[in-house]
């Protein structure tokens, strides 16, 4: 099986590029039955190379690498002076925003007190660890909270951590509340293509650009309507045993 690196897929984009911009492409022959018959070929090899590729338990592709030809780079995490490698775009925005309200809200995060992305090596796709090695997850703390049990989060950071995770709708899912707790995990917890992660993140990059909304902008988690919808969501993601 002829393997064809997302470099070289990129570069080939970029030349059929040039070639409608310059026009030269209207004038090319006509593909013979053989040259079809490689191309659908070719498609074959990449979209087979696609599929091989490892999920992540929650569905997201595995990452060998970071920072470099890789969906997945270390970001800043504003006003906390913390970097985490997640996977760009929609993700990235929400996993930090969870961060720099953990940061402002519940406990200052120092250096080391999270991690990211993690090479697939040593990864059981079949447990939510292994979204780690998709970008897609990070760690806050690890190491800090007991091993496959819960009770690590004192009444009142729980509490607060409920109401973030019900702001953000159930697009990220803790650690704690899964069969075997992992306390310090958190992960978006659904598939590529769903259209409630897009949607959050607009929603997210949007409360930045007002004036006292957002991340840094302390809430009032004991509120009424925060703490039903909190609430809420906890016997949701509860009942769904992983």
Do not use: C
């Not at 970097?83 to 809200?105: F, M, N, P």
């Not at 079949?126 to 690890?142: Q, V």
């Not at 990059?205 to 906890?234: I, M, N």
Request: hydrophobic fraction near 40%.
């Amino acid at each position: 099986m002829t393997y064809i690196s997302r470099r070289m897929m990129v570069q080939g984009t970029a030349v059929l590029g040039l070639g409608l911009a310059s026009g030269t492409l209207l004038t090319a022959p006509t593909a013979s039955a053989a040259d079809v018959a490689a191309s659908a070929s070719s498609a074959g090899a990449m979209g087979a190379a696609a599929k091989e590729r490892p999920v992540s338990f929650n569905g997201w592709v595995m990452e060998e690498q970071a920072d470099d030809v890789s969906t997945v780079w270390t970001r800043p995490v504003p006003g906390t002076g913390l970097t985490v490698a997640t996977r760009i775009g929609d993700v990235e925005t929400v996993l930090v925003h969870l961060l720099r309200r953990h940061h402002y809200e519940i406990d200052e995060l120092r250096p080391g007190d999270v991690t990211g992305w993690q090479h697939p090596s040593g990864f059981d796709p079949a447990t939510p660890a292994s979204n780690l090695a998709s970008g897609t997850a990070l760690r806050i703390r690890p190491g800090h909270y007991p091993a496959d049990t819960a009770g690590g989060w004192f009444p009142d950071q729980l509490t607060v951590l409920r109401d973030i995770l019900a702001e953000l709708d159930g697009v990220v899912r803790w650690g704690g509340d899964d069969k075997r707790p992992d306390e310090s995990l958190f992960s978006i917890d659904v598939t590529p293509g769903s259209p409630r992660l897009p949607r959050l993140a607009a929603e997210l990059r949007g409360l930045r650009e007002h004036p006292g909304r957002g991340a840094g902008v302390p809430a009032d988690p004991l509120a009424t309507d925060r703490r039903e919808a909190a609430e809420a969501l906890a016997r949701r993601q509860r009942a769904t045993v992983r």
